[in-house]
């Protein structure tokens, strides 16, 4: 198996041409630690973005910083850290569920989209993704986006290619907006709660004007034998003072919560974030994507169907996270979301399960032939991660 | 003005009007086609009324239905479509051509879920923007995209445009603030992305629709967060003696940590035609003024302001005035947001909308000047500083040709100056039939060729929204 590892986009141009017709596909590799997401690649040769990296622009006043491709993402994070910036959206780190090692790359988060808690109130990667440039399946350079915030010029292929998993293109640069870190944060715990009372809880907060950053809730036997429901303040320390006791006031139906902070505040969102409560066995997991007040509802009706099925909620209960036993059922967790809407993800599963069972969810039929014709404008001769979201495409 | 050209009519089209308009009142309840020349006559044109054309016909249909069988039959026909929210474009992107059938939503105006557990509402495409919140309010939640337009314009043209506003620092745009839509295709055939839930599958066409203009099929509903409104909320006036002080105060709040939910800023020119107009009490003895404006409770608000005004002072702030009452904040916002309004009142103006990296704030202040003073005119700036955002207003005499092509020549040199400073043509009014043909200044060839094969999977016949976003010349099908 060949591995390209262009220097320059004008290399990786050159790579992209000289494999057009030769019907050796490619498939794409950043740091290594999200390959197991998707439909298993079926490409014989790989494209590494490991020789594009480092960042290409930071202006910290503009609150805009750019990379290569091939950045670490711990790079990134270093380098806003120290200007008390941040990525915005919390992009998970996978290498706990799927047991990889190696280092997670900026594009990666670009181009399968990855966030965590923040997503429900700050948006998801996709929402602070400004500019991508990539290289299509003809070997072109493209740009879209770029570095202002504000942008409507042209078509949005920035919102594409950001979850498209590498089947519309190489990509060698992105942008992203940042944020200022917060000065101080601090988690306010309920427990006891059933899913119900838990996800209520985390509806009325979301729903108030104390503005959680997080809010997720664990039923009894994952981080403990309690169920835990937790919200997340970021703010200024006086800010947070008063909205934790504003919050306690609102949600006192559901008892008093304590006060986490520090490692014990942090460590319990990084599990949340990376579904750690998962790692380490074998079973199937997804995730499902549905109104919060529905995340419930599927969560119980997949437990009556699957025995021996776990989860969590996080996104104020829009986000399930769902662990079953690898030979379980993969229909019932789509039959139970029929009535319901929203979507499911299969995100860990043996190879042979993932290329068996459809891994993103099935669209109608117009939009399948709409995402058909998408791969086709980018990528006509199917170069790039043949079959990673849908067979065929 | 006629320097923007518009393909030329399609003879055939014009010859088969009376068959055409027969077809489409089959397909539609009575009362919702509208042929005569003086109801077609509202539809020349939207807010770029230097440009108008009489289009075919106007469909106002009620229901996705209609709207699908419509659309289907222009496709089968071969008949151009112009979809139309509110008409409030302000480039021109709801402007008809005469081969064409306009698709208005206006009839199809309602609230039709608001779910405040799950802070979604969903609504239909002619909805106005202002009317979202309106339905919420009463419990406390607003919808955040807030274009100045808000009382007019509709969600569908909003999504068409993905419409910003003054309080996109902290709350994104309609990209980042639309769930779901329902939208019909050309053929006819509807469909579904997202809805209640987070992320859509696949790859990301609700995205794409955002800002799509018009091209690739037409919305009829759609579902939008609602957020819950901040305890309260405070606009300030801070006057400084130069823009670049104005301008260093900006990037010294975001650098110390600080997102206040707008930062809005007007130079000396538009203070004066904003205050004349409007009486908010703006100071008038300074060069530039920022309305900053901070959310929570009076405490926070309290703590907040006292650190912005901290940074204010250090950069030579010489007047901070807060709003004392809900009447005087209003009266704050009233100035800025009607600022297009009291420009008109003195003189006719055209609108740009370039946003530049902050970083080049005074650079392209002082170039815009020299720009606009080049051809004998004058220019008032208003932009939302926190995201670079601005909207120079050129003023001129619209029944003085020469002067009206200086105006739109002077335009178009500031948005590539836009350009070259790293910025873009349009950061929230799109690109319409006015920039159309400066894409080329920011896009190579095959940016342009990879968007432009994009858009020909929903309609590679270009017939939806034809004239617009792309230049007339090379334009790629498949």
Not at chain 2, 134 to 150: I, L, R
Not at chain 2, 177 to 189: A, I, P
Not at chain 2, 215 to 233: D, P
Request: charged share 20%; glycine share 12%; net charge negative.
């Amino acid at each position: 198996m060949t591995i390209h590892t262009p220097t320059t986009e004008a290399q990786a141009c050159a790579v992209v041409k000289s494999v057009i017709g030769s019907a050796t596909p490619l498939s794409i590799r950043g740091g290594g630690t999200r390959a197991g997401l998707g439909r298993p690649a079926q490409a014989a040769s790989t494209i590494s973005s490991a020789g594009l990296s480092g960042i290409t622009l930071y202006e910290p006043a503009e609150m805009v910083i750019a990379a290569r491709a091939g950045t670490p993402l711990a790079l990134v994070q270093e380098t806003l850290a120290d200007r008390g910036q941040m990525l915005p959206f919390e992009p998970m780190d996978h290498r706990a569920l799927f047991g990889s090692e190696g280092e997670p790359t900026i594009g990666a988060i670009a181009a399968c989209n990855i966030s965590g808690p923040r997503r429900v109130n700050a948006g998801a990667a996709r929402d602070s993704l400004i500019g991508v440039r990539l290289i299509n399946g003809r070997g072109e350079m493209i740009k879209s986006g770029g570095r202002v915030m504000k942008n409507v010029t042209g078509l949005d292929l920035v919102k594409l290619v950001s979850g498209s998993h590498g089947t519309l293109g190489f990509l060698t640069e992105v942008t992203f907006r940042v944020l200022p870190k917060p000065a101080a944060i601090a988690t306010l715990q309920w427990r006891g709660l059933s899913d119900v009372q838990g996800v209520a809880l985390l509806s009325q907060a979301l729903g108030s004007p104390f503005e959680p950053m997080a809010a997720a809730h664990l039923p009894a036997g994952l981080a403990g034998d309690e169920a835990l429901t937790l919200l997340r303040l970021e703010n200024f320390p006086d800010s947070i003072e008063y909205r934790a006791g504003e919050l306690a006031l609102l949600l006192g139906e559901y008892g008093v919560p304590d006060r986490l902070e520090g490692e014990h505040s942090a460590g319990l969102w990084r599990d949340v974030r990376d579904a750690t409560f998962f790692a380490g066995t074998n079973e199937a997991v997804w995730r499902l994507s549905l109104k919060p007040t529905d995340g419930p509802k599927a969560a119980t009706a997949i437990g009556r169907m699957l025995p021996g099925a776990r989860w969590f909620y996080d996104w104020g209960g829009g986000l399930v996270w769902l662990a079953m036993p690898v030979d379980g059922d993969a229909a019932a967790v789509r039959t139970a979301l029929k009535p319901l809407g929203g979507h499911a993800t299969l995100v860990r599963a043996p190879d042979a399960v993932r290329a068996a069972v459809d891994v993103f969810q099935p669209l109608a039929e117009p939009l399948m032939r709409v995402t058909a014709g998408i791969k086709k404008s980018f990528d006509p001769d199917g170069i790039f991660e043949p079959g990673r979201m849908y067979a065929g495409i | 003005m006629s320097a923007i050209a518009f393909p030329t009519p399609d003879a055939g089209i014009l010859a088969r009007r009376e068959q055409i308009l027969a077809g489409l009142s089959a397909l539609v309840s009575p009362g919702a086609l509208i042929t005569s020349d003086d109801e077609r006559r509202p539809y020349e044109t939207d807010a770029l009324t230097a440009y108008r054309r009489m289009p075919l016909a106007v469909v106002l249909p009620s229901t996705t239905e209609e709207v699908a069988a419509v659309l289907r039959y222009c496709g089968d026909q071969g008949v151009p479509v112009i979809p139309r929210g509110s008409g409030t474009s302000l480039s021109g992107g709801a402007i008809p051509q005469e081969d064409a059938v306009v698709i208005g939503v206006s009839k199809m105006s309602r609230i039709l879920e608001i779910d405040y557990a799950n802070r979604v509402a969903r609504v239909q495409a002619g909805v106005t923007n202002l009317a979202v919140t309106g339905a919420v309010s009463a419990e406390g939640f607003f919808y955040a995209p807030d274009p100045s337009s808000q009382l007019a314009c509709s969600i569908g043209g909003n999504i068409g445009m993905n419409s910003g506003g003054a309080h996109c620092l902290k709350y994104g745009v309609t990209t980042n603030n639309v769930l779901g839509v329902k939208m019909v295709m050309l053929d006819g055939s509807i469909v579904e992305i997202g809805g209640g839930h987070l992320d859509s599958p696949g790859y990301d066409l609700l995205g794409l629709m955002n800002g799509s203009e018009g091209q690739l099929g037409i919305i009829t509903e759609a579902t939008v967060r609602i957020l819950r409104s901040a305890e309260g909320a405070r606009p300030v006036l801070f006057g400084f003696p130069t823009s670049e002080q104005a301008g260093a105060a900006v990037a010294a709040i975001i650098g110390a940590g600080i997102i206040p939910v707008a930062m809005e800023f007007m130079d000396k020119p538009a203070i004066e035609i904003c205050e004349a107009f409007a009486k908010a009490g703006y100071p008038m003895d300074c060069g530039a003024l920022l309305i900053i404006e901070v959310e929570g409770s009076d405490d926070e608000m309290d703590a907040q302001l006292a650190r912005i005004v901290a940074i204010a002072r250090e950069h030579g702030v010489t007047t901070v005035k807060e709003s004392k009452s809900a009447m005087e904040a209003a009266a704050i916002w009233k100035g800025r947001k009607s600022a297009f309004g009291a420009t008109g009142r003195i003189a006719d103006y055209i609108c740009m909308d370039g946003t530049i990296p902050t970083g080049q704030l005074p650079y392209v202040l002082k170039r815009m000047d020299e720009i606009v003073k080049g051809y004998g005119l004058r220019v008032a700036n208003v932009f939302h500083a926190g995201d670079g955002n601005l909207h120079p207003l050129i003023l001129y005499n619209c029944n003085d040709p020469v002067e009206a092509q200086k105006a739109e020549d002077a335009g178009m040199d500031i948005l590539k100056l836009c350009v070259e400073v790293g910025g873009c043509l349009t950061g929230e009014h799109g690109v319409g039939i006015e920039k159309r043909d400066l894409m080329t200044f920011q896009f190579n060839p095959e940016d342009l060729a990879q968007q432009m094969r994009v858009r020909a999977v929903f309609d590679e016949r270009w017939l939806l929204n034809p004239a617009k976003v792309f230049p007339l010349e090379g334009r790629v099908a498949a």
